[in-house]
C-alpha cells in the first residue's frame, strides 16, 4: 500500500516516464500520480518528483522508465466494457495488463495496482467484486501467487465450468445489482491461467446488501492501487455526482428525443422566467402575471394549481411553435412513494437517515415544490377541495420523482 512517505515501482517507473516526454510539469506529474492514490493523506508532492528527476533517492535510482505502451496506457481514460468495440480479452488489452518477465519464464512483470488482483487459486471473493464495479472494472489472475507474481497454472477444464449462474446469484445476494463479468483461459509460460474480468458497475456506488467474510451490511468498497478498502470521502463524493449527473443527462436526452422525433421546426423552449415562447416558426409571450398560477412538468404538460385560469398570449401565435406531447400518468412522472423515495436515498447515500430525509423535505418544502413533488388525491372530489381552500386530508400522500432523489442526497452531501 502506498503512503506518503513511498512510492510503487510501478508508480516511480511512470513518474520517469512522465519526466522524459518534457511535457509536464512536477506539479502536473504528481496530479497524474495522486488521482490513483485514493486519499488526500497519501498524496505525492511536487518536491517528490523533483527528488527523483534529480536522483536523490537512492532506492529508486535503479528503477527504470516505463515503456511507451505502460505509460499510454496509464494516461488514457479506460472504455467500459459495454461500450461499443471495446474487448476486455483483446491481444492490445491484456498486453498492458498481463506481461511476463523478460528474465523468467514463470513469472509475470507486473505489480499491484487498482485493476489487477492475483490469486493462487480461484477464490473470488464479493468485497474485490464490489470493489472493481465501484471504479474502473478490473481483472481477476487465478493460478498467478500474489506479490511473486509467480505463476503455477490451475485446472483449466474446472475454470471453463465455473457456474456463472450460481456466481450471479451470489453477487445479487451479497451485492444487490447485476455485474457484467467474462472469463476467459490464457497459456502463459506453459501453465493455464483463469482471467476472469469485472466491468464497471452501471449504477454507482454498489454498496453491500449483507455482511459476509470481511464486510458488513451497507459498507462501500473501492478498488485502490493493490487493495480494496472502503471508499473515501472524496471518491464517495464524485461517485454521486456522477450519478446525479447522469440522471441529469438522462432527463435532458428524453427531451432532445422528443424534439427530434416532433420536429425542430415544431417544438419551443418556454423561459420560466421571462415566460417567453422561442420557436424557430416564431415567439409569443405568457402573461408574466399568469406565470405564478402555473406550474409546468415533464413533456410540456401544463398543470393547473387553482381554478382554471386563461394563457393570455401576447404577440402573433402559430401551431406550429407549440410542442403538444400526450399526457402521462401522474405515477409515471412522480413513481416514487416516500418509502420509495427513502430507499432510493440511503442505497446512493448510505449515512442517509429517515429523520434526516423528513426534516429536508418539510424544511425545503418538497411537498409544495412540483418540480419534484406532487399529491396523489384518491379521487376528483379531494383534489378539487384542495384547490379551491387548500384543506389536505392526512391520508393524502405525496409522490416524488428522481429529481426529488437527486435534491435530497445532494442537500445531505453538503451538508456532511
Known amino acids: 500500500m502506498a503512503t506518503r512517505n513511498s512510492l510503487s515501482s510501478y508508480e516511480v517507473s511512470i513518474i520517469k516516464a512522465l519526466i522524459s516526454t518534457k511535457d509536464y510539469s512536477n506539479q502536473e506529474i504528481a496530479g497524474l500520480v495522486n488521482r490513483s492514490r485514493g486519499a488526500a493523506a497519501t498524496d ?17 535510482v535503479g528503477i527504470a522508465a516505463a515503456s511507451k505502451s505502460d505509460l499510454s496506457y496509464f494516461l488514457a481514460p479506460k472504455t467500459p466494457i459495454s461500450a461499443v468495440g471495446f474487448d476486455p480479452f ?42 472493481f464495479a465501484n471504479n474502473k472494472g478490473g481483472y481477476f489472475v487465478f493460478g498467478v501467487e500474489n506479490k511473486t507474481w509467480e505463476v503455477h497454472g490451475i485446472d483449466a477444464t474446472k475454470f471453463a465450468e465455473l457456474d456463472f449462474n450460481k456466481l ?35 449504477t454507482k456506488p454498489v454498496i453491500m446488501s ?54 425542430i421546426e415544431n417544438s419551443a423552449v418556454l423561459d420560466l ?24 412538468i415533464k413533456e410540456g404538460e401544463f398543470v393547473d394549481k387553482s381554478g382554471s385560469p386563461t394563457l393570455k398570449l401576447i404577440g402573433e401565435v402559430t401551431p406550429s411553435t407549440v410542442l403538444v406531447t400526450t399526457p402521462q400518468k401522474l405515477t409515471e412522472l412522480y413513481p416514487y412513494s416516500y418509502r ?3 430507499k432510493r436515498v440511503k442505497d446512493l447515500l448510505p449515512s442517509a437517515t429517515d429523520n434526516i430525509i423528513t426534516r429536508i423535505i418539510h ?16 379521487n376528483k372530489r379531494q383534489e378539487d377541495q384542495y384547490k379551491k381552500s387548500n384543506f389536505l386530508t392526512v391520508q393524502t400522500p405525496s409522490i416524488y420523482n428522481d429529481d426529488a432523489v437527486a435534491y435530497i442526497v445532494n442537500a445531505i452531501s453538503n451538508s456532511e
Open 363 to 378: 424544511e425545503r418544502k418538497l411537498k409544495q415544490n412540483e418540480k419534484l413533488s406532487v399529491y396523489n388525491f384518491r
Open 90 to 131: 483483446s491481444d492490445a488489452e491484456l498486453a498492458t495488463i498481463i506481461r511476463v518477465k523478460p528474465t523468467s519464464t514463470n513469472q509475470l512483470d507486473i505489480t499491484e495496482t487498482d485493476r489487477i488482483e492475483c490469486k493462487k487459486s480461484v477464490n473470488i471473493p464479493m468485497k474485490t467484486l464490489a470493489a
Open 44 to 60: 505525492v508532492s511536487s518536491g517528490r518528483i523533483s527528488n527523483i528527476k534529480n536522483n536523490e533517492i537512492k532506492k529508486y
Open 340 to 342: 420509495d423515495l427513502s
Open 168 to 202: 450471479n446469484q451470489n453477487i445479487l445476494s451479497s451485492l444487490g445489482v447485476g455485474l457484467e463479468i467474462q472469463k476467459q483461459v490464457l497459456d502463459i509460460a506453459g501453465r493455464k491461467v483463469g482471467i476472469l474480468y469485472v466491468a464497471p458497475a452501471h
Open 273 to 296: 422566467n421571462t415566460g417567453l415562447v422561442d420557436g424557430k416558426a416564431g415567439n409569443f409571450v405568457i402573461d408574466p402575471k399568469l406565470l405564478p398560477t402555473l406550474s409546468f
Open 210 to 263: 449483507q455482511s459476509g467474510d470481511g464486510f458488513s451490511q451497507g459498507q462501500i468498497y473501492f478498488r485502490y492501487p493493490g487493495e480494496d478498502r472502503l471508499i473515501t470521502q472524496a471518491d464517495l463524493q464524485r461517485l454521486i455526482e456522477d450519478r446525479i449527473r447522469q440522471l441529469s443527462e438522462t432527463v435532458l436526452s428524453k427531451h432532445i428525443t422528443n424534439i427530434l422525433k416532433f420536429g
